[in-house]
């Protein structure tokens, strides 16, 4: 397949054909995928073998560490239970899911139809019902706008739900 260079007007190949780009393309996902599952395993590991004795930055010790990621599993697992105490383990769940996510190819095309439904919304709302640029002050009237732009976006599109229904 050959592709127009639009700045010299010249014919040029690509450097890898279409087949291989979609195959290279999802074989990096995945390992994007594979190193959030890395990191939120490493996390774990360091947050569940914290020992209160282990050197970090607050605690000059001269024992050795005994976290399983070392030194800096040692800050990390400190500095983390210090600021957010036992919930600094909700921070190991979302690279986690998010890793798993990724790895499993299905949550891409999930969210692209949500995020065309919800675009589709405030695209309107932007648009038809004229608040792109919103000329009142205040919260009350700029919610009070909004309420009223939903409500007539949902008025469209009452018949067309009613029509879908059995």
Not at 23 to 39: M, V, W
Not at 42 to 66: C, E, F, M
Not at 91 to 103: D, E, K, M, N, S
Request: charged share 20%; glycine share 8%; net charge positive.
């Amino acid at each position: 397949m050959n592709v127009t260079d639009e700045a010299s007007g010249l014919m040029r190949m690509p450097f890898l054909p279409d087949d291989w780009r979609s195959f290279l393309k999802r074989r990096a996902t995945e390992a994007g995928g594979l190193l959030l599952l890395l990191l939120a395993a490493v996390l774990l590991l360091s947050l569940l073998s914290y020992n209160i004795n282990d050197p970090s930055l607050n605690t000059a010790t001269g024992s050795t560490v005994r976290n399983l990621m070392g030194y800096p599993g040692s800050v990390a697992a400190d500095l983390l239970l210090q600021a957010l105490g036992i919930a600094s383990l909700m921070l190991v769940l979302v690279p986690a899911v998010w890793g798993w996510r990724v790895l499993r190819h299905r949550g891409y095309d999930i969210s692209q139809r949500c995020r065309k439904r919800i675009e589709e919304v405030f695209g309107w709302i932007k648009s038809s019902a004229g608040l792109a640029k919103v000329k009142l002050r205040g919260r009350d009237r700029v919610d009070a706008a909004f309420t009223l732009a939903l409500a007539a976006y949902n008025l469209i599109r009452l018949p067309k739900l009613l029509g879908a229904a059995p």
